[in-house]
């Protein structure tokens, strides 16, 4: 088996668990949410009680797939929901605005996006983690995320499913410790594939996470997990759905219940786009090919950091008895 202990400390370097810092600042946030929410919605008219306010977790700490690796800011998904007729208030953009209000503070920065309000903190200049705010309106029994920009005629509550797609999610990762792993190493790769400055191009952590959902299967070596190969076996079947005779196919990562959306639209709006995707997955495949097709870890291990990173560890190269022997001779001859 290839570079075992090279991937589990490699995973132990990326893994990214829920800190207490994210729990006290999640649980600030809803204490704010409770206090000034209602507040400033009955201001403009609207009555929503503080014991109407329910909070979840969304995104890659909701099922343990987090990394913090490569300079790459923390993320967290809070959603806030609550029993809201969608029909008598059609313009979600007020309530978003609303919400944004009732966190706002000196000493954040703050977004009005448009699936979520976002609050960022920063660090010596440098982003040190965001929490994103996804709002839903419970209307007969149905989530309906606010969507839109703050000033854009492009709005409305889309009905949506939050909780259908963690059960989804979490049907497969649930105690698949190997798929979860495999989960992260496709988050780093695309952190090192791709331009973090053009968010549009770079593939949304969710297509990667519903891609190893399908895709996955274990593998083992002397009943022991073999990373590289599941990580591979899922790459390879990702290329393999990609279409071979065209430089720039479209490719759709549809989510599993409402809203149906395809979570790689921004990717497939841009044919230089869609052409980088192809081009990096193929590569990615091409070097993890090479990696398992090495004949020895340090050959390996150099074709796994071209994809993964540099803080994927190299083993060190190894000299056999005979070049030692030869070397012996040649000193002292």
């Not at 190969?229 to 430089?247: C, F, G, Q, R, T």
Request: charge should be negative.
């Amino acid at each position: 088996m290839k570079l075992k202990k090279q991937f589990q400390d490699f995973h132990d370097y990326i893994k990214s668990p829920l800190t207490d810092q994210l729990k006290e600042k999640r649980a600030m946030f809803e204490d704010e949410i409770k206090n000034n929410f209602p507040s400033v919605c009955d201001e403009k008219g609207i009555e929503i009680k503080k014991s109407d306010l329910h909070f979840f977790m969304q995104g890659s700490y909701s099922i343990s797939t987090a990394i913090d690796a490569y300079d790459s800011s923390v993320d967290l998904d809070l959603a806030v929901a609550f029993e809201f007729n969608v029909e008598d208030n059609s313009d979600c953009r007020e309530i978003k605005g609303y919400m944004r209000d009732s966190i706002d503070n000196y000493n954040r920065t703050i977004d009005y996006k448009i699936p979520c309000i976002t609050v960022t903190y920063f660090e010596d200049g440098e982003e040190s983690y965001h929490i994103d705010f996804p709002i839903y309106a419970i209307h007969n029994n149905q989530y309906y995320l606010a969507k839109g920009k703050e000033y854009s005629s492009d709005y409305k509550w889309e009905l949506s499913d939050p909780k259908g797609l963690k059960e989804y999610l979490e049907s497969h990762l649930a105690n698949n410790y190997q798929l979860r792993r495999v989960v992260r190493y496709l988050k780093c790769w695309k952190l090192n594939a791709f331009d973090r400055n053009n968010g549009n191009e770079v593939p949304p952590s969710i297509a990667l996470t519903l891609l190893a959902c399908k895709y996955f299967e274990e593998k083992k070596e002397d009943n022991q997990d073999y990373d590289l190969e599941a990580l591979y076996n899922v790459v390879k079947k990702i290329k393999d759905s990609i279409d071979s005779y065209s430089d720039d196919p479209y490719y759709y990562v549809y989510l599993p219940v409402v809203p149906y959306t395809d979570t790689m639209f921004k990717i497939n709006s841009n044919s230089s786009y869609r052409k980088k995707f192809k081009s990096k997955i193929y590569d990615f495949e091409l070097q993890l090919r090479n990696a398992k097709n090495a004949g020895d870890e340090h050959t390996a291990g150099e074709y796994v950091r071209r994809v993964l990173g540099e803080e994927f560890e190299v083993p060190e190269k190894q000299v056999d008895a005979g070049e030692n022997k030869f070397r012996r001779t040649s000193q002292f001859g």
